[in-house]
């Protein structure tokens, strides 16, 4: 299996074994494509989205595989009551892979997390819709 | 004199919902009533932002604005409101959403005689 694919199978699964503050399970998909009407339960999407490579020493390569985590679910009202739980998943997911090694793929390492959507305002105003995505990269030998 | 325009586009509307309209029912939280309603465009709509794609069904329904009545009181569609419709066992929940840059609402006529409400389905549920 490839680099990317395993680091995102790793990460998906230790998604699934943490204990967070709202239960879900973890699916890893290429594209998330949800009917709205499925999204009433909260989704997380693990996509493998970049991988970088880049020479490490003579034997081996340096790999950065950047992973992609959507946390979905349609919403009531939007009250703060309803979404600052989500965004507070959201944190806890980031927290739980920063400063660490992949459970299943320990030679996998954190390297930083980017949180470049906390929510996007073009679900939430089209299908009153909580969507947010968070990058999380990955270093490893190779 | 009278406005022929009005009566005209009055009495279209009293045809639409005579013989081209079904019973749904409009939902506000707690609060529903029981409406007369003609659909006015059923489409199916795709959308991606980055990269994450939802899917939806969304449907206009054209209802008289005085049949909008909840709670005894004449109101105007919001978005997040409700609108059930049932066929064959099933009932189909569409939520009052914005159609891209359209608002969830408006009049579908320049009398304000009916309203044009865009949804887009939210769930199905066995009655």
């Not at chain 1, 970049?50 to 946390?71: C, F, K, Q, T, W």
């Not at chain 2, 009055?10 to 919902?17: C, E, G, N």
Request: glycine letters at 2%.
């Amino acid at each position: 299996m490839s680099t990317v694919l395993q680091v995102a199978d790793a990460v998906t699964s230790q998604l699934n074994a943490a204990a967070l503050s709202q239960s879900f399970t973890a699916e890893r998909l290429y594209i998330p494509n949800f009917e709205l009407a499925k999204l009433n339960q909260l989704r997380v999407t693990v996509v493998p989205s970049e991988l970088h490579v880049r020479s490490l020493d003579r034997n081996r390569n340096s790999y950065e595989a950047e992973i992609d985590i959507a946390v979905q679910k349609k919403f009531k009202q939007g009250s703060n009551a309803e979404i600052d739980p989500l965004i507070a998943l959201v944190e806890e997911i980031a927290d739980l892979f920063r400063l660490q090694r992949l459970a299943s793929l320990p030679a996998a390492i954190w390297s930083r997390t980017e949180h470049q959507v906390l929510y996007s305002p073009e679900h939430w105003e089209q299908y009153r819709q909580f969507t947010s995505l968070l990058t999380v990269f990955f270093r490893l030998a190779r | 004199m009278s406005d022929m325009l009005r009566h005209g586009q009055s009495w279209l509307a009293a045809k639409l919902t005579s013989h081209a309209a079904h019973e749904v029912v409009y939902r506000r939280d707690s609060l529903q009533a029981t409406v007369l309603a003609t659909i006015g465009k059923t489409d199916a709509e795709q959308e991606s932002a980055d990269g994450l794609v939802t899917r939806t069904e969304v449907r206009d329904y054209l209802i008289n604005t005085v049949s909008l009545v909840l709670d005894g009181v004449q109101t105007l569609p919001q978005r997040g409101d409700e609108i059930l419709e049932t066929d064959e066992g099933q009932v189909f929940i569409y939520e009052v959403l914005p159609m891209g840059s359209d608002r969830a609402w408006r009049y579908s006529d320049p009398f304000r005689l009916k309203l044009r409400i865009h949804t887009k389905l939210i769930a199905t549920e066995d009655m």
